[in-house]
């Protein structure tokens, strides 16, 4: 007669934690003890024959057919089976991640991601929400780069183990741009009044690569400056010494502000018109003479009139010069014209007074 034994129940276990333990009980019809031999256990499973106990703390998911053949003196024998599941439900252990805030355009500090599973085996993770220009690794379980983009990036990283249990980790990553813009310095310049200046162009670089807006003051009267070129150009009209102010702006509002000078200037002499010799009979009105000088500057200019014959005068309200000379001779005129900026050009001509009357 075979040995009668006690049936075993079913059970599950968490993974890497110890079974119940199970003990095996058999009887034979003759009173002498019975053997029992077992086998599948999970490895970490062992079966104690001193003790005729089943216990230990299985290291490996899965589902494990338990087979015991008893066996009494007489090589009767009976087989026994029952099942230890071994599961992970656990979700892996994860290292929190710390926020961090970095400049755009230079690199983040490394992110190593640390997952442990109570099953022992490795876990995966899927990263989301990076910035543009960083990366995951898988290999080395590294997030990496360098963000382009200026925001609030909330990354999201869901660690798998082989059982499918996840634990999401989420952290921050803020990228700014806390540095002003890079702007060309611009060299002052001297152009005369009325004449075009050299044009400026405004040439400005931002760290995030974003375009910059430029701001400009303190331009001289007839120049202008055009944001869609980035160019002040144009005609001073007004002479004079202007300190033009740039304020240079990227998206988050950092800021150069660049100076530069420019003088208008005027050098030229006024144009005055040439004034024809005249001969007049003496104690004779002479022709009226009417004095025109222009400046390049627009302003008007002023004269300065010597040599006249007695009897004759300038009136600078008119600029004219006239009157009836009362002693014969040559007189040689000079008139100075001289403009805002004390340029002069001098003009010559000459007054003949005769007496040709009897």
């Known amino acids: 007669t075979a040995p009668v034994v006690d049936p075993v129940e079913d059970q599950t276990t968490e993974v890497n934690t110890p079974i119940k333990d199970v003990t095996l009980n058999g009887k034979d019809n003759s009173d002498q003890p019975v053997t029992h031999e077992v086998s599948g256990l999970p490895e970490g499973v062992t079966y104690d024959s001193e003790t005729n106990t089943i216990s230990g703390t299985p290291t490996t998911v899965g589902s494990y057919d338990v087979t015991v053949v008893t066996t009494d003196e007489s090589g009767n024998k009976t087989e026994t089976?029952?099942?230890?599941?071994?599961?992970?439900?656990?979700?892996?252990?994860?290292?929190?991640?710390?926020?961090?805030?970095?400049?755009?355009?230079?690199?983040?500090?490394?992110?190593?991601?640390?997952?442990?599973?109570?099953?022992?085996?490795?876990?995966?993770?899927?990263?989301?929400?990076?910035?543009?220009?960083?990366?995951?690794?898988?290999?080395?379980?590294?997030i990496s780069g360098t963000p382009t983009t200026?925001?609030?990036?909330?990354?999201?990283?869901?660690?798998?183990?082989?059982?499918?249990?996840?634990t999401e980790t989420t952290f921050t990553i803020t990228v700014e741009d806390t540095t002003a813009p890079v702007v060309d310095p611009v060299e002052d310049q001297t152009t005369e009044v009325n004449t075009p200046i050299k044009d400026v162009t405004l040439n400005g670089k931002d760290n995030s690569d974003q375009p910059v807006t430029h701001e400009v003051s303190g331009l001289p009267e007839g120049v202008t400056y055009d944001?869609?070129?980035?160019?002040?150009?144009?005609?001073?009209?007004?002479?004079?010494?202007?300190?033009?102010t740039v304020v240079t702006t990227d998206e988050s509002?950092?800021?150069?502000?660049?100076?530069?000078?420019?003088?208008?200037?005027?050098?030229t002499s006024p144009d005055v018109?040439?004034?024809?010799?005249?001969?007049t009979e003496v104690n004779t009105p002479i022709e009226d003479i009417t004095l025109n000088g222009q400046d390049n500057s627009g302003k008007p200019v002023t004269h300065e009139v010597s040599g006249l014959p007695?009897?004759?005068?300038?009136?600078?309200?008119t600029n004219t010069i006239s009157g009836t000379p009362t002693t014969v001779g040559s007189y040689d005129v000079t008139v100075i014209s001289t403009d805002e900026s004390g340029n002069t050009t001098e003009?010559?001509?000459?007054?003949?007074?005769?007496?040709?009357?009897?």
């Open 310 to 317: 007695e009897g004759v005068t300038y009136d600078p309200e």
């Open 81 to 142: 089976t029952f099942t230890i599941t071994v599961e992970d439900t656990t979700a892996p252990e994860v290292d929190p991640v710390d926020d961090q805030t970095t400049e755009v355009n230079t690199p983040i500090t490394n992110i190593e991601l640390n997952g442990k599973d109570n099953s022992g085996k490795p876990v995966t993770h899927e990263v989301s929400g990076l910035p543009e220009g960083v990366t995951y690794d898988s290999e080395t379980n590294t």
């Open 150 to 166: 200026v925001g609030s990036y909330d990354v999201t990283v869901v660690t798998t183990d082989e059982s499918g249990n996840t």
């Open 273 to 279: 018109d040439p004034v024809e010799d005249q001969t």
């Open 227 to 244: 944001s869609e070129t980035n160019t002040i150009s144009g005609t001073p009209t007004t002479v004079g010494s202007y300190d033009v």
């Open 253 to 267: 509002g950092n800021k150069t502000e660049t100076t530069f000078t420019i003088t208008v200037e005027d050098t």
């Open 347 to 358: 003009t010559t001509f000459t007054i003949t007074v005769e007496d040709t009357t009897a």
